[in-house]
């Protein structure tokens, strides 16, 4: 089965940047859909970025023009860059992937989670 490790969190200034980075492994299936959410203190889990097997992309409002989504297919890794991070942004962020195997229906498959913390 398919097995998620993300890395790259951790504690940075209001204003600053991380790079997250998720790295898949697996074999069942191809992976389609590959996204980032996260879970603040004290809230519920919320969808950050989402990207398509085509790199076709889409953001929570919030984080549209600070946030980037990108995927490398033949590593099978996907990547979020952080700009201009607030306050508001720190969570744990989780690495989720959709995989699709011929005539079955898709399958999630999520990671430990990593944590960001942002001082002001």
């Known amino acids: 089965q398919w097995q998620l490790v993300e890395s790259g969190g951790g504690l940075v200034r209001a204003g600053g940047s991380l790079r997250l980075t998720c790295a898949a492994s697996g074999n069942r299936g191809v992976i389609e859909d590959m996204g980032w959410y996260r879970q603040p203190p004290g809230k519920e889990r919320e969808l950050v970025a989402t990207i398509t097997r085509r790199s076709n992309t889409d953001y929570e409002d919030s984080v549209k023009g600070r946030f980037t989504i990108s995927r490398d297919n033949a590593k099978k890794m996907s990547y979020l860059q952080m700009n201009s991070l607030k306050p508001e942004d720190a969570a744990v962020y989780y690495c989720?992937?959709?995989?699709?195997?011929?005539?079955?229906?898709?399958?999630?498959?999520w990671g430990q989670g990593t944590q960001v913390n942002v001082s002001s």
């Open positions: 989720k992937i959709t995989t699709k195997v011929t005539f079955d229906r898709p399958d999630d498959h």
